[in-house]
C-alpha cells in the first residue's frame, strides 16, 4: 500500500479515535480491495435498511471519481476519437475511469421476483452466485452481524473463493467468524454504528482510489 494511502486511514482513524480498535482489520479490507482491483476483479456490496442506502453510497464513490480526478488516458481518447470522430470529445470529456462496483441491493425486479418465488433471505446469495468470481470481494453490512441475507451470501462468496469482508457492530455476530475480514464498531447502537460505518468506507473508498488514480 502505497504511503500516501496509509495517511488517508491514518487521519480517518484520528478523526475518530474510537475506531483505533478496528485498525487491522481496517488496513486488511483496503489491502484486500487494492488487491481486488489489481486482479481485475469487482466488488460486491450488501446489507439491508440504512446499510443498504451505505451499499449504494460506496458504488457511487467507487464507479466515479471520490477525491481525486479519474480522467481518460489521450490513448483512451485517441481510441473513442478514431471510432467516432468529433462525437467522441463528450465521450472524452465526461468518462471516467471506474473501479468496478454493484450494490446488490438496487435490482428490484429480481428482488421481487426471487422473493416471491424462491427464497427472500437469498436474494444477496443468488447474486453472488450470478456475479462472484474469485478474484472479487464481496463486503456486507450489518449492524447486528446476524442478518441472515447477508450471512447466506457470505456463504455463497466463500463457496465462490471470493475474499469477504464484514462491516458490522456490537459482538460482531454470527458474521464475525465467518467472513475473512471482520470491522467491528464498538458501538450498539444501530444508528451509532451506522454513523462509524461511514467514515470507515470512505476512507476505504479514497485509499483504493488513491492507490490507482494518485499520485
Known amino acids: 500500500m502505497k504511503k500516501t494511502s496509509e495517511e488517508i486511514l491514518n487521519r480517518m482513524l484520528e478523526n475518530y479515535p474510537k ?15 487494492i488487491l481486488c482491483y489489481q486482479n481485475k476483479g469487482k466488488l460486491l456490496v450488501c446489507g439491508n435498511g440504512g446499510s443498504a442506502a451505505d451499499s449504494e453510497h460506496i458504488v457511487g464513490e467507487l464507479m466515479k471519481e471520490f477525491a481525486l480526478p479519474r480522467k481518460l488516458s489521450e490513448d483512451t481518447k485517441n481510441e473513442f476519437r478514431e471510432m ?11 468518462l471516467q475511469y471506474a473501479l468496478p462496483a454493484i450494490s446488490l441491493v438496487s435490482e428490484t425486479a429480481l428482488s421481487t421476483a426471487y422473493s416471491n418465488d424462491n427464497a427472500a433471505d437469498l436474494y444477496f446469495a443468488q447474486q453472488v452466485w450470478g456475479h462472484g468470481q474469485p478474484v472479487d470481494v464481496l463486503l456486507g453490512i450489518t449492524t447486528s452481524g446476524n442478518s441472515s441475507n447477508v450471512i447466506h451470501a457470505v456463504e455463497v462468496a466463500q463457496y465462490k473463493k471470493m475474499t469477504t469482508i464484514a462491516l458490522t457492530g456490537r459482538d460482531g455476530g454470527k458474521i464475525k467468524d465467518m467472513a475473512d475480514i471482520t470491522i467491528v464498531v464498538p458501538e450498539k447502537e444501530t444508528f451509532r454504528i451506522q454513523e462509524y460505518h461511514l467514515p470507515i468506507y470512505h476512507a476505504l473508498c479514497a485509499a483504493v482510489e488513491n492507490e490507482f488514480f494518485g499520485e
Not at 480498535?21 to 489491502?31: G, L
Not at 467516432?84 to 465526461?94: M, Q
Open 19 to 33: 475506531l483505533e480498535s478496528c485498525r487491522a482489520e481496517i488496513v486488511k479490507a483496503t489491502e484486500a480491495m
Open 84 to 94: 467516432f470522430g468529433e462525437k467522441a470529445e463528450y465521450l472524452c470529456d465526461n
